[in-house]
C-alpha cells in the first residue's frame, strides 16, 4: 500500500528533552511538509522540503528542526528550545511544490510530562 | 501573508439535508484549494482538490467551488449521512483554515 506512515502514534516527553518523529512515505513524492495542529485550530507549517537535502522554515518553525537526507523520510525534532510542544503533528507529501495534491499521514500526538 | 477562514466553526444538520460549508481568503494567487476532512484524533483525508484554473470539482455527493476573484470556495455536501460527521477543513495552496465541525444527525 502506498502513503504516508507516521510513528510512534502517541509519544510522551520530559521537559528538557529532544524527541523525533518519524515521517516516511512511499508514494515517490518529492515535497514533504510537517505540521502543528492545536485544539480547535487548523493547521500551522513548521517545516518544509520540495527536494532532498534541501528545506525551508514555515510559519513556526522556532524550537524545531528536520533533515532530508533521503527522498522518502523527513523526520521532525523537537528541541527543548520548543516552548509548548504538546500538539497533534502532522506529516504531508505531495509530487511538486504547492500546486499538486497533499496527502497526510495518521499523525503523532506528544505530550510533554 | 495568506489568512483562510471556514464560517461557521460548527454545523449541526439532520440527516439527508443538502449542505454548504464556506471557506474564504485573502490572497488571490493561488495554486490550488483543497478540501479535507478530518476525523477526532485522525489525520486528514483529501477529498477534492481544485487547480486555480478551474472552477469546480466533483466526487460522488460532494461539490468543490473556486472563485478565486472574490476569494471563495464552497463544498457542497448533498444528501448528507451520519458517517459525513466529521471536520472539514480546506487549504488555499496549503496554508489551512480551522475547519468546520460537522454533525449530521440521525
Known amino acids: 500500500d502506498g502513503g504516508i506512515t507516521q510513528s510512534p502514534k502517541y509519544l510522551f516527553r520530559k521537559e528538557g528533552q529532544n524527541v523525533t518523529l518519524s515521517c516516511e512515505q512511499n508514494l515517490n513524492h518529492d515535497a514533504m511538509y510537517w505540521y502543528r495542529q492545536d485544539p480547535g485550530q487548523g493547521l500551522r507549517l513548521i517545516y518544509y522540503s520540495q527536494i532532498v537535502n534541501d528545506f525551508q522554515k514555515g510559519d513556526i518553525a522556532e524550537g524545531y528542526s528536520v533533515s532530508r537526507e533521503k527522498k522518502e523520510s523527513f523526520p521532525l525534532t523537537v528541541t527543548s528550545a520548543q516552548k509548548n510542544p504538546t500538539a497533534f503533528y502532522l506529516c504531508a507529501s505531495s509530487m511538486g511544490p504547492s500546486n499538486t495534491e497533499a496527502f497526510f499521514g495518521q499523525g503523532t500526538r506528544l505530550t510533554v510530562v | 501573508k495568506q489568512e483562510v477562514t471556514q464560517i461557521p466553526a460548527a454545523l449541526s444538520v439532520p440527516e439527508g439535508e443538502n449542505l454548504v460549508l464556506n471557506c474564504s481568503f485573502t490572497d488571490s494567487a493561488i495554486y490550488n484549494l483543497q478540501w479535507f476532512r478530518q476525523d477526532p484524533g485522525k489525520g486528514l483525508t483529501s477529498l477534492l482538490l481544485i487547480q486555480s484554473s478551474q472552477r469546480e470539482q466533483t466526487s460522488g455527493r460532494l461539490n468543490a467551488s473556486l472563485d478565486k476573484s472574490s476569494g471563495r470556495s464552497t463544498l457542497y455536501i448533498a444528501a448528507s449521512q451520519p458517517g459525513d460527521s466529521a471536520t472539514y477543513l480546506c487549504?488555499?495552496?496549503?496554508?489551512f483554515g480551522s475547519g468546520t465541525q460537522l454533525t449530521v444527525l440521525p
Open positions: 487549504a488555499a495552496t496549503l496554508t
